[in-house]
């Protein structure tokens, strides 16, 4: 073999290789493993509080810190995914200039895969920021989990029922949690009630299979009660996102990833046989 056919050769190998190593090592292999992360959301569930301002920064200072403007009673944000670490909340008044004093503060620590709903709750006087730790792990396909979220200063304990059913929660006190419950999926008409029957409101809510809620009881801006259901994780949707088992979700990233590089080795290949080919040629003329 000529000098010029073993560069070829020997090129070729080498390019291969160079081609070859992310598709024999996997699809993480191309690039670094991303930092493990988990999921904080914002509350504000105090009825008689105003807008308010929320920041969220990083107490290592290695994420931009992030502003939520003009949250209001009953809003319940997405999650946001951040990486592992400390982070520091904060709210002052909607339209207060960054370096006010903060009204409240509070910190929350971020674990892998973990979840966690950053609250302002009680009535303004007492107001606080709780942390609630989120189970966004996913049921079993044939059922669903829910927990409810007591935000209604109208309805101090309340009890929550299928309408003409059996009674799913009992003396729910104001500003607190329960915990996640595994109920049937499907479509359930509740009825949530003050334990002393004066103030009711019904719901009629869709549980899919193998998913997560977190039912809200707020006070209703014109009188009474307001139910709002809010998927926590979603078989389906991917809520949050890439957090838990979300179907193709997991699989996507290697479908994607894996024919790019085969379709960049094949590609490699072909180059340097064409190359061959024409020194080869270019050979016999000269001959």
Same mark, same amino acid.
């Given at each position: 073999?000529?000098?010029a056919v073993?560069?070829?050769? &020997?090129?070729?190998?080498?390019l291969l @290789?160079?081609v #070859?190593?992310p /598709? +024999?090592?996997g699809?993480?292999?191309a %690039? $670094?493993?991303?930092?493990?992360?988990g999921?904080?959301?914002?509350?504000?569930?105090?009825?008689d509080?105003?807008?308010?301002?929320?920041?969220?920064?990083?107490?290592s200072?290695?994420i931009?810190?992030?502003?939520?403007?003009?949250?209001?009673?009953?809003?319940l944000?997405?999650?946001q995914?951040?990486?592992v670490?400390?982070?520091?909340? &904060?709210?002052?008044?909607?339209g207060? @200039?960054?370096? #006010?004093?903060? /009204? +409240?503060?509070?910190?929350?620590?971020? %674990? $892998?895969g973990?979840?966690?709903?950053?609250?302002?709750?009680?009535?303004?006087a007492?107001?606080?920021?709780?942390?609630?730790?989120?189970?966004?792990?996913?049921?079993?396909q044939?059922q669903?989990k829910?927990?409810i979220?007591?935000?209604?200063?109208?309805?101090?304990?309340l009890?929550?029922?299928?309408?003409?059913?059996p009674?799913i929660?009992?003396h729910?006190a104001?500003?607190?949690t329960?915990a996640?419950?595994l /109920?049937?999926?499907?479509?359930?008409?509740?009825?949530?009630?003050t334990?002393?029957?004066s103030?009711?409101?019904?719901?009629?809510?869709?549980l899919?299979?193998?998913?997560?809620y977190?039912?809200?009881?707020?006070?209703?801006?014109?009188?009474?009660?307001?139910?709002?259901?809010?998927?926590d994780?979603?078989?389906?949707?991917?809520v949050?996102?890439?957090?838990?088992?979300?179907?193709?979700g997991?699989?996507?990233?290697s479908?994607?990833?894996?024919?790019?590089?085969?379709?960049l080795?094949?590609?490699?290949?072909?180059?340097?046989g064409?190359?061959?080919?024409?020194?080869?040629?270019r050979?016999?003329?000269?001959?």
């Open positions: 073999m000529s000098t073993q560069r070829i050769a &020997a090129f070729t190998a080498a @290789a160079t #070859a190593m /598709v +024999l090592a699809p993480g292999a %690039a $670094a493993a991303p930092a493990a992360s999921f904080v959301r914002l509350a504000h569930l105090s009825p509080t105003p807008e308010v301002d929320v920041y969220l920064n990083s107490q200072g290695g931009p810190g992030q502003v939520f403007r003009g949250v209001g009673y009953g809003v944000s997405d999650y995914s951040l990486p670490g400390g982070y520091t909340v &904060a709210m002052r008044p909607s207060a @200039a960054a370096s #006010a004093p903060a /009204v +409240l503060t509070t910190q929350v620590s971020v %674990a $892998a973990r979840a966690y709903t950053v609250a302002g709750v009680g009535r303004y007492d107001l606080g920021l709780r942390v609630l730790t989120d189970d966004i792990s996913l049921p079993d044939n669903a829910v927990r979220i007591q935000a209604s200063v109208r309805a101090p304990v009890d929550v029922s299928v309408s003409g059913g009674s929660a009992e729910i104001f500003a607190t329960t996640y419950q /109920v049937a999926p499907g479509t359930w008409q509740l009825q949530v009630q334990s002393s029957g103030a009711r409101t019904q719901l009629s809510v869709r899919g299979e193998g998913s997560v977190s039912l809200l009881i707020l006070d209703a801006a014109g009188g009474g009660l307001e139910a709002r259901l809010k998927t994780a979603s078989r389906r949707g991917g949050p996102t890439g957090g838990v088992d979300t179907g193709a997991g699989d996507r990233t479908s994607w990833q894996m024919p790019a590089a085969g379709a080795l094949v590609a490699a290949a072909l180059a340097v064409y190359g061959v080919m024409r020194y080869r040629r050979t016999a003329r000269v001959l």
